[in-house]
């Protein structure tokens, strides 16, 4: 079985700029959920989707926001970016057999210059 | 507030065993996580404990007590890979948020 896939790996914005990031899951897997990880801060929930549906959002600004599709793919958007959104931001994948179970993609690295 | 206590960095002797420990501050939760991270890599899931009591997994075990807040990750027979970050994890009962620990680093001595 594929595992969880994210595009882009690397990324490369400046100030003002948006972005548009990508997730495919699990095949089977329908609930997505984003992280943020930066040194300081560890991971930081984004939000999490199952079914096209949001189930959770983190402490994260309206600049922050994602969907997710029928085929149970993700996308998140980041709008207006600031030199502090510079991460790895991480998808993550989890099936029905085990609850939080979550199996993490390699991560898009954004850089914002 | 809702919130993982791990310790930043923990040192180890290849072979020996380590603990890595979690404390938590939420008034109910599903289960406790652990993930393993290396250095560029995705975190990769390593046990769950949804009830008290101790889980094992080949070289690790983990460990959780409710009424103590308290869990851990036991690494047993340490090898050089096992060099990484741990991090635990709670989805919380009363919001459904999930939270992380911010990651132990394990460095380990040959």
């Known amino acids: 079985k594929a595992g969880v896939t994210q595009t882009p790996r690397y990324l490369i914005k400046t100030r003002g700029q948006q972005v548009t990031l990508s997730c495919s899951p699990i095949s089977g897997h329908r609930s997505v959920s984003w992280y943020q990880q930066t040194p300081g801060q560890g991971l930081q929930f984004l939000f ?3 079914s096209e549906t949001q189930r959770n959002k983190g402490n994260f600004p309206g600049r922050f926001s994602g969907r997710q599709f029928s085929n149970s ?6 709008s207006t970016l600031e030199l502090g959104d510079s991460a790895l ?3 993550a994948s989890k099936g029905l057999a085990l609850a939080d179970t979550q199996y993490f993609g390699p991560g898009t690295r954004l850089t914002v210059l | 507030g809702q919130s993982l206590e791990q310790p930043s960095e923990v040192t180890a002797v290849e072979g020996a065993i380590v ?3 979690c404390t938590y501050q939420t008034s109910g939760f ?3 996580s652990w993930y393993q ?3 560029g890599g995705a975190p990769t899931f390593l046990s769950y404990n949804a009830l008290d009591g101790l889980e094992e997994t080949g070289r690790f075990s983990s460990f959780l007590s409710r009424s103590d807040s308290y869990g851990y990750l036991l690494l047993q027979e340490l090898q050089m890979k096992d060099s990484a970050s741990y991090f635990c994890a709670v989805r919380d009962s009363r919001d459904d948020k999930i939270i992380f620990g911010k990651g132990t680093r394990l460095h380990i001595l040959p």
Do not use: A, P, T
């Open chain 1, 48 to 50: 999490e989707y199952f």
């Open chain 1, 73 to 78: 793919r993700s996308e998140m958007n980041v």
């Open chain 2, 19 to 21: 603990q890595i420990n």
């Open chain 1, 89 to 91: 931001y991480l998808c």
């Open chain 2, 37 to 39: 991270q290396h250095d």
């Open chain 2, 30 to 32: 599903y289960g406790l």
